[in-house]
Structure formats: C-alpha cells, structure tokens
C-alpha cells in the first residue's frame, strides 16, 4: 500500500516565517505540539507506526525503521524542498515480529542487521528494491532475559568487522549480574569477519564492559527504579542515569575497556543530599542495602567499579546516543519516566564534546541541552511523544522516533544549516535549550 501524508512544523515560535512557514499541514500530533530550542523546528514526517524503536537511513535514502510486533518498515521520503518531507511510500523489509529494538546498515548499505530479544541476524538488503534477498543469517544467540529485553546494535566506523551488542539485565535488580561468566548487563564486541557460526553471547565475544543494568544504547547505563538505601526510599532522584566511556575499537589502549561499571551493587549519585550517610558527589557511585562491612561504598570506589564519565537525573532513560561528523555533539533520546512523582525525561537533548571527550566535567548537572521538549510534561507518559531511535539523513539532517505515537520527527536548523552543524561552529558551543 502506498501512503501519502503532508508534515507539521512546530517551533518555539507561535508565528512562522520563511523555510519553516513553507510546509503547511494536516498531519498532525494528538497532543500539544512540542516545545523546540530557538533556531530548530522539530517536523512531524510520519504516523501510524507500530511502536518505532530504531531507525536508519540506507543509501537511497529510505529511512528504514523497527517496528515492535511487525519487522523492519521502508520509509520512502519525499522532499519537496525548504525542509518539507512527507512520507511517499512505506514497505515491509522484513517480516519478523520478534525483532524489537536494534538496527544496524553495513557501510555498503549490503547488509542489514536487526535484533530480537534472544538473537541477532543479518539480511542481503537492496536499497534499490529495499528487499532482504536472501534468508535470515543468524550472528549471535542466547540472549534472552525475562525483564530487559532490547539489543542495541553499532557497526563501529573505526573498527571495520566488527559489531557491537548490548545485553540487559533479567530484572531490577539482577544478581546473576555480579558473575561475570553469565553475560547479564554486558556489552560485547563480535568479529563478524570470516565467521562460520553463530556465537554465544554468554562464551564469545569481546568483553567492552559488564555491571551494566539495561545499556538500550551503546554509551548508556539506565538506572535501577524503586530504589532504597538504609531503609530510606532515594528513589525519586536517585540513581542517576550514566554515560560510561567503554574504551577503544581501534586498538588504542584504554584501562576502562572489559571494567565492571557497577550493576547491580553500585550506583551513580544525582541528588546527593537525598542518600543517607553518603559523603561522595555527583557521578560518584554507592551502594545500596542496609550497608555492612562488606557490602558499602569502598565496594563502589574507583579502584573496584568504573565511575560514569557523566550523569543525568534519575529515570529520564535514554535508549540512543547519535554523534555528528565532527564529534563535537552528541544527540540523547530520554525516552521518559514511570517510577517517578513527577515526570522526566520525553525529551531530546544535546550533549558537547570536544577532543573525544565530554565537556562538562564528571559532576556537572547541565550537561544535557534540552532541544525538543514535551510542553506539557504532566500528560506524560500518555499524552506525549516519547523519543527512541535517532538517525542522521544524508544532509545532515536528525530524525527521531517516537514509539509510543507511532511516529518520526524531523529535527531542522530554522536557518537551513544542517543540524549536524550544531556544536561544531567556530566558538565550539552549542544551542540554548528550549525555554
């Protein structure tokens, strides 16, 4: 079936002028339009999507999309100029309603990837049908848990031949995590060149990190819920959600690669004040429990447990980081709260790199820029977009989907300057977040 569907630009401003007044609508969202950072225009380009999870443009341009319950979908775009993009044509790639989450396109654009709660599997793809031509290939197995159950996936640039998987724990709070031979909460890198059979998650691979909860993108650790430390309840802001630095592909050595980054007996601090008998700062990691001589906070220091390298307040939940060309900005998805008073997160944000690191140092609480925010906050989570996987278009340009609207959002500069621009101007700074 073919779809024809217009576009809703939404920006911060009531009254549009210029490219971003070019692209009237009738798609539009079911709850209040989003709140957008000056100089940005977030575009509603796609609906009716069966929770779209990660997304990933080929090289004809189709954005190919995973969608829960249903495979991998083709968005054919159409682009009528001044950034007004509407989808013209939709086509199932791969029929597989196991697959849940994770999307991966090799440089070639030959080979598509895409994971299931158990496995991974790859397909000969043609951009020019966008038609897998041959039977499923299966890459990795035994990964299923009963509680975590996404696989993100990541074709690193610099280290070609090789593919990255993450593994989730099997609950909250997972104890088979502590042994490191049962591959819960870990991220592996997997050498697919010359490979004869599928390997084991739990046997095989090389080990990038483990004590890592529920890693939904290759950079993250979300943080435990319903969390509680000497008998008092810390869970409202309390652990904070992490970036971890996991080391290098490359051969570059680093002493973080194949650490333990905690989970599940230490976690990072957000709201200092609100853990009890706890002297550390933001980013620092404790323990939880009622605290004994063995299990307390020199179990969680930095010679036994790898402290993030940035922390964001507790239960926002990012599931994706995307970095642009240069390095120099790196995209979040908070996909949103539900273990929470008020909620958090629903939002996407930018984060400022410079020379391969963060800006910000360890500790800081801003070091997340808010571009496209919920404007109402309290309808969350039913009545708001909820971000999940972001992909760059061949003109820079940043895409997100939303899975519980079923949609994807194009994120524009309002001036016609690539987004992927953004952070990497000549003072190396990035936007104002939204108001």
Not at 105 to 125: H, M
Not at 364 to 386: E, H, K
Not at 408 to 431: F, H
């Amino acid at each position: 079936m073919t779809r024809t569907s217009n576009i809703i630009a939404y920006t911060a401003a009531t009254l549009l002028t210029g490219a971003a007044a070019a692209s009237s609508s009738t798609l539009t969202a079911s709850y209040a339009a989003p709140s957008v950072a000056s100089g940005y225009v977030a575009r509603l380009v796609a609906n009716n999507l069966t929770k779209p999870r990660g997304i990933k443009f080929d090289s004809n341009g189709a954005l190919l999309v995973v969608e829960q319950d249903v495979g991998i979908t083709a968005l054919t775009l159409a682009d009528a100029g001044q950034g007004c993009l509407s989808v013209a044509s939709r086509k199932t790639v791969i029929n597989d309603t196991t697959l849940n989450h994770g999307i991966e396109l090799s440089s070639d654009a030959a080979t598509l990837y895409a994971s299931s709660p158990e496995a991974v599997y790859s397909w000969a793809y043609s951009p020019q049908s966008q038609t897998n031509t041959l039977s499923p290939k299966l890459l990795v197995s035994n990964m299923t848990t009963s509680d975590h159950t996404t696989r993100t996936l990541l074709l690193p640039q610099h280290a070609p031949g090789l593919l990255v998987v993450t593994r989730g724990s099997t609950a909250n709070i997972d104890p088979l995590a502590e042994d490191i031979t049962t591959g819960h909460s870990q991220i592996k890198a997997f050498n697919l060149t010359n490979q004869t059979s599928a390997y084991d998650f739990d046997t095989a691979g090389l080990l990038l990190g483990w004590g890592l909860r529920n890693d939904a993108s290759t950079r993250w650790r979300n943080s435990v819920d319903q969390m509680s430390r000497l008998g008092v309840d810390i869970h409202e802001n309390n652990p904070g959600e992490e970036m971890n630095f996991l080391g290098f592909l490359n051969g570059t050595y680093s002493p973080n690669q194949g650490r333990n980054f905690g989970y599940p007996e230490c976690y990072a601090a957000w709201n200092v004040s609100a853990i009890p008998e706890f002297n550390g700062t933001v980013g620092m990691q404790f323990a939880i429990g009622s605290l004994n001589s063995t299990d307390n906070d020199t179990t969680c220091d930095a010679a036994n447990r790898q402290a993030p390298r940035l922390t964001f307040q507790a239960h926002m939940a990012p599931l994706d980081i995307l970095f642009n060309s240069e390095g120099t900005a790196a995209w979040v998805t908070f996909h949103g709260s539900w273990d929470r008073t008020d909620p958090v997160g629903y939002k996407l944000s930018v984060v400022e790199f410079a020379a391969g690191d963060a800006v910000q140092p360890s500790d800081s609480l801003t070091a997340a820029v808010d571009i496209v925010t919920n404007a109402n906050q309290s309808a969350c989570p039913s009545g708001c977009f909820r971000p999940v996987g972001l992909a760059w278009d061949k003109q820079g340009r940043l895409f997100m989907s939303s899975d519980a609207t079923g949609e994807v959002y194009a994120i524009l500069r309002d001036d016609g300057n690539q987004t992927s621009a953004a952070g990497s101007n000549a003072t190396g700074t990035i936007p104002s977040s939204t108001a």
